[in-house]
């Protein structure tokens, strides 16, 4: 994971945490002087090209601003929405021993702390978080596919 213009650090392993994946970008920013032209927190309205230009409506802080542009990177976080198998939505409202959260609302350790901890799934963010929770856990196991 790595722009070919800005290579990541030896020291970063394969799987990179969040905190890592963000200092990364964050300093990518820094060093191309991006952060000016980055605006976050912003409602795009409408994108339409006219001509050569796409031209943009959008809100920030409830005030809406007109731009034009040479291009366009629709980035629409299509991972953001969790995607929870319909036997374990059935599993988080009937399960009373305990908590069933999916990796977008893991926040921390530390509500595992001491406790025995079932995580499905071992893509990136299943690892990274399986290996910070066992660090606290008393037990914890893991559940994938093959």
Request: aromatic fraction near 12%; glycine fraction near 4%.
């Amino acid at each position: 994971m790595a722009y070919s213009d800005f290579p990541i650090l030896n020291t970063v392993a394969d799987y990179p945490s969040y905190i890592q994946v963000y200092e990364y970008l964050l300093n990518y920013a820094k060093h191309f002087q991006l952060i000016d032209h980055i605006m976050l927190n912003t409602e795009v309205i409408s994108v339409r090209k006219k001509e050569n230009k796409w031209h943009v409506i959008y809100k920030n802080n409830d005030v809406e601003y007109e731009d034009e542009y040479d291009g366009i990177v629709v980035a629409n976080g299509h991972y953001s929405i969790p995607k929870i198998p319909e036997e374990l939505v059935e599993l988080k409202n009937t399960y009373k021993r305990g908590q069933v959260i999916h990796s977008k609302d893991f926040k921390s350790v530390e509500i595992f702390s001491g406790k025995n901890v079932l995580v499905v799934g071992v893509a990136s963010s299943g690892a990274e978080i399986c290996a910070r929770i066992a660090a606290v856990a008393e037990k914890t196991y893991v559940s994938c596919r093959k």
